[in-house]
């Protein structure tokens, strides 16, 4: 028998996206740190760019006309750095910031709350020439930027997220070498996410000086929760160990105003420099935290591995991603965050998966595991809900098909499909699942 699981008044249902990902516009903006990695040969995906992507640069009419259609009330996309300072400072780009007045404006005319990353990844390759995120500079750069876009948007503009994700930043992107600006090196992978923590602090007093008194102002995290691959003592201080790695290493500088001792021990001489208050700066308080939930990690002590453990295969389900289908972890970590970091208000601020969708003979895209996906995972959050957790709202990603990093264009994630060679958009049946969901402010389960 079919039970309806009702969200709490005010729930807020959004989609998201990130501003490389799909904006195109190239000729438009200056170079990102994604623009040199689609040229370093091998790291992306066929030679894949973000040139184009959406073309949502050209295109955001139609597509606030969509999420409209599909009764979402909220919205979050990230600003484009290079779009509004081309050289990351200096000269502002006044057609950039056009574009995202007129965003904001269109959004908020449909009755759709934006909701504003300011750094997802795209960063100006003026600024990495000067060392990017590893050289200190950088915190500065980044709240002048932040402030910027609080006096251009602050009168409309009510919800901010300073970072998303800065643990892909720091070591996706500086120790995995799988994202820009694709280095391998501990040392500055830490220095870099250091750099993320205090720079989120000074965006935060830029917000709450310019943004407006009822200003929202918060965080992006990845989160990657850690079960244990036995009860053997040996697998419960693996799983810890990767719980500081992937969880930890920056709840605790944003919440607690340290690093965990067990990670900055492991990491011996390599743990960053640290300058007197940063660390009081990184643990200002903020409004909500945004939580991006994929999957998790089963994790097994393997004294020759790094950090003493790795990650197992468990049998399942698994997306396009290779990403095991794990909803109940959703449910954990929302209340884990809520008994370990305290009642702030949490979004899940990213969920979502990559199938290999098609355009059927009928000219529709059939959808049926991103449907029984989110219906799942939505009814992860009711169930953490329901045991206290303080969750507010989620945004599926993604609304539409998109670049997707390294992988270019070989893998989708959106609830409406996008025909790359015609830019023409088609709502899949998860997008009519979804809007059902946010019509009813309930799902069926």
């Known amino acids: 028998m079919s039970q309806v699981l009702r969200f709490p008044d005010g729930f807020v249902w959004g989609t998201a996206t990130a501003s490389f990902q799909i904006e195109g516009g190239r000729p438009e903006r200056g170079d990102c740190i994604w623009d040199d990695f689609c040229r370093w040969p091998g790291k992306v995906f066929e030679g894949d760019t973000g040139d184009v992507a959406d073309d949502h640069y050209h295109r955001f009419r139609e597509d606030v006309a969509l999420m409209a259609e599909l009764g979402q009330n909220a919205y979050r996309f990230s600003v484009s750095w290079p779009r509004v300072l081309p050289d990351g400072a200096g000269e502002v780009n006044e057609k950039g910031i056009d574009f995202y007045s007129q965003l904001v404006d269109e959004l908020l005319a449909k009755g759709i709350d934006p909701y504003v990353t300011l750094y997802h990844w795209d960063l100006p390759s003026a600024l990495q020439r000067l060392g990017g995120w590893a050289a200190r500079d950088i915190i500065y750069r980044f709240q002048d930027y932040v402030a910027l876009m609080a006096d251009r948007l602050g009168d409309r503009v009510k919800n901010w997220i300073t970072h998303n994700e800065p643990w892909v930043v720091a070591f996706v992107g500086n120790l995995q070498g799988r994202h820009a600006p694709g280095w391998e090196d501990l040392g500055l992978a830490l220095q870099v996410g250091h750099h993320t923590v205090v720079s989120h602090g000074l965006a935060v007093q830029a917000l709450r000086a310019r943004a407006g008194a009822d200003a929202r102002v918060g965080i992006t995290l990845n989160f990657s929760p850690a079960y244990p691959a036995s009860d053997s003592p040996e697998d419960v201080a693996a799983a810890r160990m990767h719980d500081g790695f992937a969880n930890r290493w920056f709840l605790d500088p944003v919440f607690k105003g340290h690093y965990p001792q067990d990670l900055w021990d492991a990491f011996g001489y390599q743990v960053p420099r640290v300058a007197p208050g940063d660390m009081e700066l990184g643990s200002q308080p903020i409004d909500f935290l945004g939580v991006n939930y994929y999957t998790r990690a089963v994790v097994q002590h393997d ?76 009814a992860a959050c009711h169930a953490a809900i329901a045991q206290g957790a303080p969750l507010r709202g989620y945004f599926e990603w993604s609304l539409m098909d998109n670049f997707e990093w390294a992988l270019g264009y070989s893998r989708r994630f959106g609830i409406v499909y996008v025909d790359y060679a015609t830019q023409q958009r088609i709502p899949k049946d998860s997008a009519r699942f979804y809007a059902s969901a946010m019509s009813r402010n309930a799902i069926e389960v």
Not at 303 to 313: D, E, V
């Open 303 to 378: 004294a020759s591995g790094w950090l003493g453990y790795r990650t197992l295969r468990p049998e399942g389900e698994y997306t396009a991603m290779d990403w095991e289908v794990f909803p109940q972890g959703l449910t954990d970590l929302l209340l884990r965050l809520t008994r370990d970091y305290g009642a702030t208000p949490l979004y899940v601020t990213e969920n979502g998966c990559a199938y290999e969708d098609v355009v059927s003979d009928d000219g529709q895209v059939h959808d049926p595991q991103r449907v029984e996906y989110l219906r799942q995972h939505l």
